[in-house]
């Protein structure tokens, strides 16, 4: 049966060592214990959903099928990830995670609250999914530390990097595909994008595409046959948790806005935020770090960019919206791929 909607995630999702090295999980734990460290913290629960699964997935390979996920991280020891389900899902669980202690989760209260010693003070990293009921279920003293862990993923570990530069190829592919296909065979292209990516290990494909009468964006059904020439594409790729997204378009013609662009480059260069760049340009600008699980998470407007990140530049013209992705170094910062303009 044809499913115009993907329900579950798609993909590879269980652990490969030689994709996320055994050396990037212990760095990842040092990365969360330096946190608690610095927090006074003696413990961290880090959470995550369906539908938001970023944090979860970076400190413990574990991407939640089914509902919601917890692992429960000590300073000292060994930490443990509870899924939801059945303890009949166990091996399952245990094929995507590097984390050895796995349980289905009885209960918050039974599982977390007596796991998490009473004197001790411990953190929590919650995922933008967290129902009321679950945060009302965990310890009512937890130190919030969220905003450390999604700095801590923006930074693309080395070992990683050729999986960020699959994905940015990928994209390039899949835009190329789209923008070479006609109105009638763009859902055919776009399906045969998902199905190459799929086969090459990305996990997760997200392509919407709307018409743009009069510069205002409306959805087209993927059973609409009359695509317009002028589409607009909206694209988010995840390749083993580091996520992609960026726009593109068919049939513009756009106003030239690069050398904008160049000048908003060297402000990136000079280590500025992201609030005072969009200031000098003059134009609302968007940066947003292509880090593990941050497919929706701009960087924050204060926070200096820094060598190592990989952020997706999207800069607004009067009727235009550029977008690409670039490597913030030392020295200038390395364009990886620019998307074709966007009028709007």
């Known amino acids: 049966m044809l499913m115009r909607n993907i329900t579950l995630p798609t993909g590879p999702y269980d652990w490969h060592p030689e994709r996320v090295p055994v050396m990037v999980t212990r760095r990842r734990r040092a990365q969360l ?12 629960v880090v959470t995550g959903s369906t539908f ?12 939640p099928k089914l509902g919601a996920g917890f692992a429960v991280v000590p300073r000292e020891g060994d930490p443990r990830l509870l899924f939801s389900g059945g303890p009949g899902m166990t091996p399952s669980a245990r094929k995507l995670t590097w984390i050895d202690t796995v349980a289905a ?29 679950d945060r ?7 130190h919030d530390v969220t905003d450390d862990v999604t700095r801590a993923r ?37 399906l045969d994008a998902e199905r190459a990516l799929f086969d090459a290990g990305g996990q997760d494909l997200r392509l919407r595409l709307s018409r743009m009468p009069h510069g205002a964006a409306e959805p087209v059904d993927p059973g609409d046959d009359a695509v317009p020439a ?59 770090c292509v880090g593990h699980g941050l497919a929706d998470a701009d960087w924050p407007a204060d926070a200096p960019l820094v060598a190592g990140l990989v952020v997706t ?18 020295a200038a910062p390395h364009l990886l791929w620019r998307a074709a303009p966007l009028a709007v």
Not at 108 to 133: K, Y
Not at 136 to 142: E, G, I, S, V
Not at 174 to 179: G, K
């Open 136 to 142: 009302r279920a965990l310890p009512a003293d937890l």
């Open 52 to 63: 938001d699964d970023g944090a979860i997935a970076w400190a413990t390979g574990f991407t």
């Open 154 to 190: 923006g930074l693309i570990e080395p070992e990683c990097r050729p999986l960020v530069d699959a994905g940015i190829v990928a994209l390039a592919r899949v835009e190329s595909t789209l923008l070479q296909s006609g109105p009638r065979t763009r859902w055919a292209a776009r």
């Open 105 to 133: 989760l009885r209960g918050i209260r039974l599982d977390i609250t007596e796991t998490v010693p009473a004197p001790q003070r411990w953190g929590l990293c919650a995922d933008a999914g967290l129902s009321a009921r």
């Open 33 to 44: 214990a330096e946190i608690m460290t610095r927090h006074g913290l003696d413990g961290l």
């Open 230 to 288: 002028e589409a607009r594409i909206a694209m988010a790729l995840r390749v083993e948790g580091y996520w992609h997204r960026v726009w593109t378009a068919t049939g513009a013609a756009p106003q030239d806005l690069h050398a904008c662009f160049d000048e908003l480059l060297q402000h990136v260069a000079e280590g500025a935020t992201p609030a005072q760049i969009a200031t000098e340009v003059g134009r609302p600008c968007t940066i947003a």
């Open 313 to 330: 530049i999207t800069l607004q013209g009067d009727d235009t919206r550029l977008s690409l992705v670039a490597e913030v170094t030392d």
